[in-house]
């Protein structure tokens, strides 16, 4: 056997060339701007020089002498006729050249400066981490603002940087062009001193390699030419503009020996640096584009790197697999939950090697026999030395069949029960790849059962999905341990179930269990034997006309785990206003209530399924949910449900009660029309007019519509298909039913009327100016009766909005996504229960600070107290145990719980009326779940973290601008919220705080009123009555007395707000200011002056605009529009513990870090909750420690955390590509390859979850 | 990141938990129990106004009382930073 070496990456060096080692890497000097000569032979000295590597197959390289397969390519170079700066640092050249000195090439900051700068580097303190840093562009701003040196006291000019490349002089005897070759000189004198305190690593990377004397020839391999149809050749773009940067070299020299007028020379100079720069970067700003013949732009060494196409997000994080497929998916609820369909057609393409074995080999040589035409059969035969026997090309393949021997690999086709990976786009979640069993099936579709699309977010109108092959056992192995539909019922996000009964099958449930379904003995064996029941049949529950008939309830009891025990309201009790608590189920037999989505439903914590799941275990759970649904499937094919027309029908009477409603609405809106054009309409404060009118119009058009909808609903009768699905929750509301048999309702955009498109009307339908609900889009009809055109335009004018608004969503949901993932993928839990990056920053000490894991906890909690209390009060016996024995067995089992869980266990024991052998069963039970939630090491918490922020993103609605509170203040709410929160944004679009009072002001009207004057803002313009403007010498501010009392300010108030000004001198006569100007200003400064003195802020704190007062809690509470908490907190009066503020950022600057970090997990909570979309908090405390992590608020995404990861590979893949390579160069970075994107990179396995583990093994010392 | 002049200091505000310094001894036992580097651990500047009254100097470690939604309390910990 040969002992294959194999070499693995320890690390990646990023550094600059030197033109010397441009040329000492160099095979070949390029001179000649032709590729190939008229034989087509590649010309010597050329772009396709033979030295530079092989093309085509059995051509030999001419540099090492392997054929294509081998030969890596070399690099050539060109030696240019003048140095060019490069593109890249360009930057950096920028900045040298500002920051130090033109004669002595030092820094431009004292020595004593750099020695002190030199002093923090050089004492690698630990607490210097974050100043070390900032040295850099410390010693940039300084050096920037020096006239003279410091070090060799030499004046120094303004440098003028025209983008992109040149470089101006302004000295006393006029502006001076700097070329590239005197930068070169420049930087060639620069200390290594200096250097490394500007980050540079001197080593790896001199200033004067910015500069380009020789440039590097890319080798074939990475531009090779294509032959086209017609034979003709295509080059690559990299050739192409090869190719001109050697044509203009070639006569830049000749001109140069030729001595040509140094005007013309400096031209082509300019254009040498114009096509190298494009070579490197095509899409510079300040320079045309080099373009094709055809017009498409070149794409150059930086578009092939950049973006989602580019090198590292198209091809090095993302590569193109095989052994997969992809077809449109299909229903069949005739599956098991956990299978896939396989189309036939599919099964014989994808194949799973199999090594023939003395158990298998009978079986596989069947398989070869049949071939791979017909299935199942065989694809491949691997012989142990390697060859590999296509069957297509094999005539007899019974003797090959023959030959077969133990130890032969044989690539079998795809056959039942085979674990594959199924997976849906956009995969948001863990969900969105599980592990199916195959199940091959005729036509052309993938099957999957209906409840599992909630976790795929899957339907069946044209999705298409992928399956994948595991090819290796470990594959497989981890594929059934962890990727189990079954597995995944759970969703890590809430610890709740995400797959359960669905559409028909809630329907179906509630059907079959409700009180009057009978089943006679042949119907209940039937449905008990599809369900797979295997015990003995029970007795008949009741009769009917004498015979015996089982119940429906009795039928679903029957797949009901025995000893299970379980209380619930029923969706459908809530709908029908029934008894709560309906659903009774008690040792395994379901006494009372129907079954429908709230006890079997997708997506329904706390539901049987869940308790079921949870108590009993996943595969007891799938179990029960595949039982359930296969029969309760077949109940409702057999008994017949559908809805349609006639199940809307309305009777007369309601219909005329309907059309009543709505008149009376219509005159209740044209009355408050006319009580607005009197003027008597009833003000709601903070409003206008318009805008009260609008709220009163609007208000009353919806409960219009409510009502009408109501009346039709409950024209219905409880067995109307229509309600059964609503009150079930099998599919749509009463709201559906409403508008599809009352009315449809006012049709909105922006959340608003249909206001305005033409000049003042909606459509041009209508008179201008006109208010009624029809001209602004209030459909009365319902879909039943079907819309008027001009009802229809309106609806689709609203239908529009959320078209939008989707596109628009998954698009920003999606981007945030991305950083998310980008942030966190690679935090892991360690062994030691903290929660780390890979180069052992602490992000948290303990996981969620309990270390429980959400997937295994119960819906968020290590295990369910209450619950295990109440199946152990059923099996218990004895008397009550006493207070001490509790408090003894909870101390002595609850020692490794945290405070809260031992609390709350403690608490619930003490309420309870078990005995003592109870409680210790209990608390038994409750170590042992609580030591199974625990989560593992490894775990890819950070991963699990970011998809279930980014997850529930898809679903927020985008734009609501929703009233918190009071109509008067309007905040961002949804996902512009969220991405705002991540972004760390140092200001919300809309700022707003809760001010809560001391003692007084908490109770008295009259101080709230005071304290708030003292935080409302108030400039002089809010308390004028006009402005009086004399352009030559004053300007006259007439105050109005009512306004300065509503704001409760004195003249003398904004006498001295307005002193400070020098522009003026103020003097006041009664409530009369006037600003008497100094000098004789021009029209323009006064109007100015003005403007200034109209904003001068007289009373309150700056950028509090509005304010509320309201009563919440039997205290007063001021709200505001604008945040300013540094400012509000000087306030007296004000509570100042309780200060809240929606600016995070805010709070981190006065508040400190801790803070922010809480302000931070309560304002995502808040926006998660105010969607209705459950989110553990484990998850939101984790985002927020990490933003918090580093002592100031760093952002999810380019400028934060993803912008300061470690890994050059990492930030490079996630944006801004080429500029952080360049960096990484300059700076003499060292990737280490520890996260995860680095090593999808350079393929190796991946350090998180399975891939954290490594077996290592001590080599035992001799004795 | 720099504090304001005048700056109101409020250590009792709601979101602001309990901020203490480690004595020299049980940083080393901090560390020694999570085996890492001063670096390693979460940062906090020598400026954040939450520590600003206790004296801090950077180096020092803080011990954060977090109240925690999930575990009733929790400890963190930071270490401080120079700006």
Redesign the interface.
């Known amino acids: 056997m040969s002992i294959q070496t194999i070499k693995s990456i320890d690390g990646i060096r990023f550094s600059i060339w030197s033109p010397t080692e441009v040329r000492k890497y160099s095979v070949a000097e390029i001179t000649a701007p032709e590729t190939y000569d008229e034989d087509g032979m590649p010309v010597q000295g050329g772009l396709m020089d033979g030295r530079l590597g092989t093309l085509e197959p059995g051509q030999k390289c001419l540099t090492c002498g392997n054929t294509v397969a081998r030969c890596p390519g070399h690099f050539g170079h060109i030696e240019l006729a003048e140095p060019v700066l490069h593109i890249a640092f360009i930057d950096n050249i920028h900045k040298l050249l500002q920051s130090t000195c033109r004669s002595c090439a030092r820094l431009k900051v004292p020595q004593e400066d750099l020695d002190e700068f030199k002093k923090i580097k050089e004492k690698q ?7 070390q840093k900032r040295i850099p562009e410390q010693i940039i701003e300084k050096a920037k603002k020096a006239k003279t040196c410091p070090h060799c006291g030499k004046a120094q000019y303004e440098l003028i940087f025209t983008k992109p490349t040149i470089f101006v002089e302004k000295t006393e005897i006029g502006e001076h062009r700097l070329l590239p070759i005197t930068i070169r000189e420049m930087f060639s004198q620069i200390l290594d001193e200096d250097l490394k305190l500007l980050a540079y690593d001197p080593v790896t990377a001199r200033p004067e390699w910015f500069i380009l004397q020789a440039l590097p020839v890319a080798p074939v391999t990475v531009r090779p030419s294509i032959i086209l149809e017609t034979g003709i050749r295509s080059e690559d773009d990299l050739t192409h503009k090869m190719v001109d940067i050697i044509r203009v070299n070639q006569r830049l020299k000749e001109s140069k020996e030729a001595g040509t007028p140094p005007l013309i020379v400096q031209d082509l100079v300019d254009l040498l640096q114009y096509h190298t720069t494009t070579y490197f970067d095509n899409e510079v700003s300040g320079i045309p584009q080099a373009h094709h013949r055809s017009g498409r732009p070149l794409k150059t060494l930086t578009q092939r790197l950049k973006g989602k196409e580019g090198r590292f997000r198209g091809s090095l994080s993302g590569k193109r697999v095989d052994f997969s497929s992809r077809t449109v998916i299909s229903p069949d609820p005739n599956l098991d939950l956990s299978e896939v369909g396989v189309p036939e057609a599919v099964a014989m393409k994808l194949t799973i090697p199999e090594i023939i074995t003395e158990w298998n080999i009978k079986r596989m040589k069947d398989l070869v026999i049949n071939g791979p035409d017909t299935f199942p059969g065989v694809n491949y035969i691997v012989r142990p030395d390697g060859v590999k026997i296509r069957l297509d090309f094999v005539e007899d393949r019974s003797t090959i069949a023959e030959t077969l021997e133990i130890g032969y690999l044989v690539e079998r086709h795809l056959a039942d029960g085979d674990i594959v990976m199924f997976n849906r786009q956009p995969s948001l979640h863990q969900m969105s790849i599980m592990a199916h069993y195959v199940r091959v099936l005729p036509g052309k579709t993938f099957r999957l059962h209906p409840s599992v699309c909630p976790p795929y977010n899957a339907d069946f109108d044209g999705d298409e999905m992928n399956l994948h092959v595991p090819q290796s056992e470990e594959a497989r192995a981890e594929a059934i341990l962890l990727m189990r539909v079954q597995d995944q019922l759970i969703s890590p996000r809430y610890g709740g179930p995400i797959i359960g009964a669905l559409r028909d099958f809630v329907t179906g449930a509630y059907l079959l269990t409700k009180d009057d379904t009978v089943l006679t003995i042949q119907e209940f064996s039937n449905l008990a034997m599809l369900g797979s029941y295997a015990g003995q049949l029970p007795k008949p529950g009741t009769k009917v006309d004498g015979t015996p008939v089982y119940t429906g309830k009795q039928l679903f009891s029957l797949f009901l785990p025995k000893d299970f025990n379980y209380v619930i309201t029923s969706k459908w009790s809530k709908g029908t206003k029934g008894a709560e608590k309906d659903v009774v189920i008690k040792n395994g037999e379901l006494i009372s209530g129907v079954i429908d989505k709230s006890s079997i439903g997708a997506e329904e914590p706390e539901s049987v399924l869940h308790r079921i799941a949870k108590d009993y275990g996943n595969d007891i759970g799938k179990k029960f949910l595949n039982s359930i649904l296969i029969m309760v499937k077949q109940f409702i094919t057999h008994y017949g449900f559908s809805y349609g027309y006639s199940d809307l029908e309305v009777p007369e009477k309601d219909r005329q009660k309907i059309s009543d409603d709505l008149a009376q609405s219509y005159d209740v809106v044209f009355d408050f029309i006319s009580q607005h054009k009197n003027g008597t309409l009833k003000l709601t404060r903070g409003m206008k007019p318009e805008e009260a009118l609008e709220v009163n119009i609007v208000n009353e058009l919806g409960q219009a519509r409510d009502k009408a909808g109501s009346t039709a609903d409950q024209s219905f009768d409880h067995t109307n298909a229509g309600r059964i699905m609503a009150t079930t929750g099998a599919r749509g509301s009463a709201l559906n039913i409403g508008q599809m048999a009352g009315a449809l309702g006012q049709q909105s955009r922006r959340g608003n009327r249909l206001i305005e498109g033409y000049s003042n009307r909606a459509l041009p339908h209508y008179k201008e100016k006109d208010n009624s609900p029809d001209a602004h889009g209030f459909v009365k009809s319902n879909y039943r009766d079907g819309l008027s055109a001009l009802e229809f335009f309106f609806h689709a004018m609203g239908g529009r909005e959320g078209l939008v608004d989707t596109a628009v969503r998954t698009q920003q949901s999606g981007y945030m996504q991305r950083r998310l993932i980008n942030a966190l993928e690679h935090i892991r839990l360690e062994y ?1 229960g ?1 929660v ?1 990056d890979p ?8 996981y ?3 270390g ?1 894991d959400v997937a295994k906890s119960d819906h ?1 909690e290590a295990f369910n107290v209450n619950r295990l209390i109440e199946s152990q009060t059923i099996i218990d016996s004895g008397k009550k145990a006493t207070k001490d024995e509790i408090n003894d067995f909870t101390k002595k089992y609850t020692k490794t719980f ?4 031992t ?1 709350l266990v403690t608490e619930n024991l003490l309420e309870s009326k078990l005995s003592r052998n109870g409680v210790e069963a209990v608390c038994k039970k409750g170590l042992l779940l609580y030591n199974k939630a625990k989560v593992e090491p490894g775990q890819a918490v950070g991963i699990i973290t970011a998809q279930s922020i980014g997850e529930p993103g898809t679903q927020m609605t985008l734009r609501t601008f929703h009233f918190a509170g009071i109509k008067e203040r309007n905040v961002t709410l949804g996902l512009p919220r969220l991405i705002e929160l991540v972004d760390a944004r140092k200001k919300p679009v809309t700022p707003a705080m809760d001010i809560y009072l001391e003692d007084d002001g908490k109770q008295s009207r009259e101080k709230a009123v005071e304290i708030a004057r003292n935080v409302l803002q108030t400039k002089v313009s809010a308390l004028l009555a006009h402005v009086d403007t004399d352009y030559a010498t004053s300007i006259r501010f007439a105050l109005s007395p009512q306004r300065l009392s509503d704001r409760g300010c004195t003249v003398k108030d904004v006498e001295e707000a307005l002193q400070p000004n020098k522009k003026f001198k103020v003097t006041t006569t009664d409530t009369l200011v006037t600003l008497n100007l100094e000098g004789e200003p021009d029209a323009q400064t006064v109007i100015a002056i003005r403007n200034k003195a109209l904003n001068v802020t007289v009373k309150g704190v700056p950028d509090i605009e509005r304010i509320t007062l309201l009563k919440e809690n039997d205290q007063w509470v001021i709200q505001t529009t604008g945040s300013n908490i ?1 400012k509000v ?2 306030v007296e009066g004000i509570d ?4 809240k503020t929606n600016n995070v950022f805010e ?1 981190a ?7 922010a970090r ?2 931070l997990i309560s304002e995502l909570n808040a926006t998660l909750e105010d969607q209705g979309l459950e989110v553990d ?2 998850y939101i ?1 984790l985002v927020s ?1 990490l933003m ?5 608020m760093q952002q999810i995404g380019r400028h934060g955390i993803a912008g300061t990861k470690d890994s050059v590979l990492a930030r490079a893949a996630f944006e801004i590509t080429v500029p952080t390579i360049a960096h990484a160069a300059l700076a003499g970075e060292v990737e280490k390859l520890k996260g995860i994107t680095e090593n999808v990179i350079v393929g190796n396995n991946i350090p998180i979850g399975s891939g954290t583990v490594d077996l290592y093994m001590q080599v035992s010392k001799k004795r | 990141m720099g504090v304001k002049k005048n700056q109101v200091l409020v250590p009792d505000h709601a979101f602001v938990p309990k901020h203490e310094i480690v004595s020299k001894e049980d940083a080393e036992k901090v560390l020694k129990k999570f085996n890492c580097k001063p670096t390693e651990l979460p940062l906090i500047f020598v400026t954040d106004p939450a520590i600003l009254g206790l004296g801090v100097k950077p180096g020092d470690l803080i011990k954060i009382t977090r109240k925690s939604p999930t575990a009733g309390e929790s400890l963190y910990y930071r270490y401080v930073v120079e700006v």
Do not use: V, W
């Open positions: 303190a630990a607490y210097t981490i974050i100043s030691d903290t780390r180069h052992g920053h602490i992000i948290q000490f303990l969620g600070e309990d429980i968020g945290n405070p809260r869980l609390r540094a907190l000087e100042k513990n309780n200060l709070i600057s006065t508040l400190g870090i801790e803070a809480n302000a908090s484990r405390m420690d918090c992590s580093r002592g100031y």
